[in-house]
């Protein structure tokens, strides 16, 4: 599907309610522009439920993870991010850090983040799964269809066309 957020904000302003996010990601991997279907994560410093949530094979699905915005650890690498490319992700939106961006940069995958930091994230096994999250001014709820490019990401309640 070839899409663009501004022609779909155009499209359907005023017919469907779209929640705009609030410009305060930066664009990582190699896919600048991606879309699906949402599972939603949210997790404190850990990966643990990050990367069992990528081990699931998936069809057009983004995966929204509510990190807290924190930058003391990064919750991606490169070995999640192939995961979650081996399994069918579009997308990743991590309210939190990456690591290991210039490798990040080159995987068919969109990554929209906060910042790098280059210490990762210990294994506590803890974090919540398939609930509403909260960042960036949208509420992201699972089953929901995110859209993102270079102008930014917008989510609605139904598949956009």
Not at 22 to 32: D, K, L, N, R, V
Not at 87 to 106: K, P
Not at 120 to 148: C, M, P, W
Request: hydrophobic share 40%; glycine share 10%.
């Amino acid at each position: 599907m070839t899409f663009s957020t501004a022609d779909l904000c155009d499209a359907h302003a005023g017919s469907k309610p779209l929640q705009i996010a609030e410009p305060i990601f930066t664009s990582y991997g190699g896919h600048a522009a991606f879309s699906g279907q949402i599972t939603t994560l949210k997790v404190f410093e850990d990966p643990t439920l990050l990367e069992s949530t990528l081990q699931e094979k998936v069809l057009d699905r983004v995966l929204v993870i509510d990190g807290g915005g924190f930058h003391h650890c990064a919750l991606l690498g490169d070995a999640l991010t192939r995961l979650a490319i081996d399994n069918g992700w579009q997308g990743i939106i991590l309210y939190g850090s990456i690591r290991n961006r210039a490798l990040l940069d080159t995987l068919p995958i969109g990554i929209r983040a906060l910042h790098t930091y280059p210490l990762r994230s210990d294994k506590h096994d803890h974090g919540e799964s398939n609930i509403s999250v909260t960042f960036a001014g949208v509420q992201f709820k699972k089953d929901h269809f995110l859209y993102a490019d270079e102008d930014g990401i917008i989510v609605s309640e139904t598949k956009l066309s």
